[in-house]
């Protein structure tokens, strides 16, 4: 069934609002840069029963300041008060040379920065809020159960914020974490996780209350030109904004990964916040590889579900939510009605 045959219905919401902060590594507007950090905070900033309350950026998709950039030129185009803090600009360890050069040259080896030719790059900012980790970490634990924290990029910033702030275990009402791959060709390890193991591990294995929304499931996503076009059409300042950065990504992921459209991992965080019915769910114990040739690699294993576990540490942390798959098409129409519907 087509995208455009299902209608998106919103169930009655309560009057309480989602207070979440979104930590991400946003791309938009930023030639072979992925857009879905960008999407995910399109999502929260047009659906009514979201309040949006801080962003921060990581290094990972983009330099920390590039990824500043994007998200202050999203926030300013529309208006939106939303604090704005910088973090990471590189990982607890991992060396992040060969990262930015797959990530930040990848558009030159495959001689397709043309794409972006008429999208216009954010400028970078001159003045910025900095400690993203204490600034998240400060709002999650002065409003204890009430702060969702949604982390779309490398993990970097909120092990830090643990680190300050070890209460954010307890005080966090959930981590929504875009991350994570166990089973998709051609992944051994994903960029998020890949690019700073250490943090991975530090938040998989805190005990904090966890959801994560691994590449096993994000991988099922897809967006058309077709889906871009519907959304196009409600000519407001979020679906400007999407068409004109999207349009090229879209055409980029069908040359370079040979799709049909692009995946749209991020956006699932917050889709997924705004309709849960939409993936279904499995729990288990999740940790990161940190050494040899596996260095980066998501781990899955139960008490239970060992059938020889010889070696095997006992699991650390608590059981975390994994995302196992998702109705793309209801996805693409929840994504459709909160934009089509967004007044500024």
Request: glycine share 8%; aromatic share 6%.
């Amino acid at each position: 069934m087509a995208a455009r045959d299902i209608k998106y219905n919103p169930k009655k919401q309560k009057n309480e609002s989602m207070r979440i902060i979104i930590d991400c590594d946003p791309g938009n507007g930023i030639p072979g840069a992925n857009i879905d950090d960008g999407l995910a905070l399109a999502l929260a900033i047009a659906a009514p029963q979201i309040d949006l309350e801080m962003i921060t950026t990581v290094a990972g998709n983009t330099p920390v300041d590039v990824g500043y950039a994007v998200a202050n030129d999203l926030i300013t185009q529309l208006g939106i008060p939303v604090a704005l803090y910088r973090g990471a600009s590189r990982a607890l360890r991992e060396d992040p040379q060969p990262w930015r050069e797959k990530l930040d040259h990848g558009v030159d080896y495959a001689g397709l920065r043309q794409l972006w030719s008429n999208v216009p790059a954010p400028a970078l900012c001159q003045k910025v809020k900095p400690y993203a980790p204490e600034a998240m970490g400060e709002l999650i634990c002065h409003n204890p159960g009430e702060i969702t924290l949604v982390a779309t990029g490398p993990l970097t910033n909120v092990a830090i914020a643990l680190q300050l702030y070890p209460e954010i275990v307890h005080s966090v009402k959930n981590i929504v974490v875009m991350g994570g791959v166990f089973n998709v060709p051609g992944y051994l390890k994903d960029t998020n996780f890949g690019l700073d193991p250490e943090a991975a591990h530090a938040v998989l294995t805190s005990g904090a209350p966890v959801t994560l929304v691994p590449m096993d499931v994000t991988t099922k996503t897809q967006m058309l030109h077709a889906d871009l076009d519907r959304l196009a059409k409600a000519e407001n300042g979020l679906s400007r904004y999407l068409a004109q950065t999207i349009r090229p990504w879209i055409t980029y992921s069908m040359q370079t990964r040979n799709l049909p459209g692009c995946w749209i991992h991020d956006a699932l965080t917050v889709a997924w916040l705004l309709e849960p019915s939409l993936a279904t769910m499995e729990e288990d114990y999740l940790d990161v590889s940190l050494e040899g040739i596996t260095r980066g690699m998501t781990c899955r294993y139960g008490r239970d579900t060992l059938r020889l576990n010889v070696g095997i540490p006992e699991p650390t942390g608590e059981r975390i939510k994994i995302l196992q798959s998702i109705d793309n098409p209801r996805l693409l129409s929840l994504i459709e009605h909160y934009i089509h519907t967004y007044r500024a």
